[in-house]
């Protein structure tokens, strides 16, 4: 079977790379360069000569083939246009959603889908194949689960799809690291937004959108406790950056038309603290749920949440939690599981007034 492995110089992919050469595959490794620090070189570190360099050594160890492909444009035309334009209207992008859907399993596909049998990556997550088409599992490591940033892969996606580490505890992929003696087993884990690399957030921020002073007021009263710099660098339920004494001090609404900040001691004072909003336009990656309950994510990570979904329209549905959020922010993105199997998701969008 003909294997194209995306490879990113981090330990996970590299194990995937192994696992799918100790399968007896004939295995291709793909660097997909994307970085934008050639372009904003001035705001931070450039990190992806370091990574290359450890892709290298992984691909020569067991003599497999490396293409480096550069997807700079394809990720500004499909990732990060969408994340400046989120900001600048006030919501919180969830970039690495689109990172996956758009360009490693998008862009990378239309490159090279007709010359290989599937494509693998090192995520967290697993995929079941079946006659009846391809499931998205969460992974056994409820902390590195990543299937929250696979929601919005189409069938068409996961159908060519292998995660090859994704039966794995990160314990058991360091320890693999090891045993194949791999040139970057002690290497850390990146974090961070798909696309910056070592470039800080607030910088990539302010150098697309500027900055423009406004009021920080105390949602109880009404209050001027303080300035902002600009609302795109706040999200709702942040509570750190707000840089104010007599804290902790929580984001609890803000308002784009008057370039205005509310925040309070009390987050379950937060309009925002909702048991119930609307989903917007839903990916579905093996079918359409029913009307009913499911546990949902309403951010990546290991808690999940009860939930009832009804569907209002074919691009809208109604979440009921049954506990309030008091991070729910618009255009965050909120994802549906059936016990293991995550379903897909839709944009949040929340229902409470803004601010006067």
């Not at 360009?103 to 290989?116: L, N, P, Q, R």
Request: with cysteine; glycine share 8%.
């Amino acid at each position: 079977m003909k294997v194209a492995v995306l490879i990113s110089g981090g330990v996970d992919s590299s194990v995937a790379l192994r696992r799918m050469v100790d399968e007896g595959h004939e295995v291709t490794a793909f660097y997909l360069k994307i970085w934008l620090e050639d372009e904003l070189a001035f705001l931070g570190e450039c990190p992806w000569e370091e990574d290359l360099d450890y892709v290298r050594q992984v691909c020569e160890q067991v003599n497999v083939p490396l293409e480096v492909l550069p997807l700079q444009k394809e990720y500004w035309d499909r990732v990060v246009s969408y994340t400046i334009a989120e900001l600048q209207e006030g919501r919180t992008p969830s970039p690495d959603i689109f990172c996956n859907q758009r360009v490693k399993f998008g862009a990378f596909f239309e490159k090279i889908s007709d010359e290989f049998d599937y494509i693998a990556s090192g995520h967290y997550a697993q995929v079941e194949h079946g006659e009846d088409g391809s499931r998205l599992l969460k992974a056994p490591d409820p902390v590195k689960d990543q299937t929250y940033f696979l929601s919005h892969l189409s069938q068409e996606q996961l159908q060519k799809i292998l995660f090859p580490i994704g039966d794995l505890l990160k314990r058991e992929v360091r320890e693999l690291a090891e045993s194949y003696d791999l040139p970057n087993k002690k290497r850390k884990d990146s974090q961070g937004i798909c696309f910056l690399g070592k470039i800080k957030y607030p910088d990539f921020v302010k150098y697309h959108l500027g900055e423009k002073d406004g009021d920080i007021i105390e949602f109880e009263t009404g209050k001027k406790l303080g300035t902002h710099n600009g609302i795109w660098f706040y999200t709702i339920g942040q509570r750190q950056g707000i840089g104010l004494h007599g804290g902790p001090w929580y984001v609890v609404d803000k308002n784009m038309d008057s370039n205005t900040i509310a925040i309070s001691n009390n987050r379950n004072a937060n309009p925002a603290a909702l048991d119930q909003f609307i989903m917007k336009a839903p990916n579905w990656v093996h079918h359409e749920p029913v009307n009913g309950s499911y546990d949902v994510k309403l951010r990546h990570g290991p808690k999940t949440i009860q939930a009832t979904i009804e569907k209002l329209n074919p691009s809208s549905w109604q979440v009921k939690l049954i506990e309030s959020d008091g991070g729910l922010a618009d255009g965050q993105f909120c994802i549906i599981y059936d016990k293991n199997e995550c379903l897909g998701g839709g944009m949040i969008q929340t229902q409470h007034d803004n601010l006067n």
